[in-house]
């Protein structure tokens, strides 16, 4: 389905309404989709798809997904969650994944940012290399 030039401009109005303290407010995004399904005005889906979207990616550049190959020490998270909300500011999810296919390491992804620190990483980079 394309979506039409106003309803891209809408659904980016209606989301940066939906924004307080430089937060995605999740009451007011609730809130904007049901009055926006309540009175239907024209192009609704498209700003609604639109407005979707710009949801999951502010919610993926808010979350932080940390992966070792071993499950990490409770004060080695708090010391990675420190430093990354140091750099990306407060408010991020963390989610710690353990991957045994990282052989050692940690990759971290925070929205489109990766970190890759992994052996399986540099093993990559160095086969590339070749």
């Keep these: ?24 407010d999740e009451n007011r995004v609730r809130q904007a989709v049901q009055l926006v399904i309540q009175d239907k005005p024209r192009g609704y889906l498209g700003v609604l798809s639109q407005f979707n979207r710009l949801v999951k990616l502010e919610m993926a550049r808010r979350t ?14 708090s010391q990675v969650q420190a430093d990354l909300s140091r750099h990306y500011g407060a408010g991020l999810n ?12 940690l990759r971290i992804q925070v929205g489109g940012d990766v970190y890759n620190g992994s052996v399986q990483g540099r093993l990559a980079a160095l086969q590339e290399s070749f």
């Design 1 to 24: 389905m394309k979506i039409s030039k106003q309803a891209r401009r809408d659904a980016r109005q209606l989301f940066r309404s939906c924004m307080a303290n430089a937060m995605l």
């Design 64 to 77: 932080a997904r940390v992966e070792s190959a071993t499950a990490l020490s409770p004060q080695f998270q």
């Design 94 to 105: 963390f989610v710690f994944v353990q991957n045994p296919a990282l052989l050692g390491g």
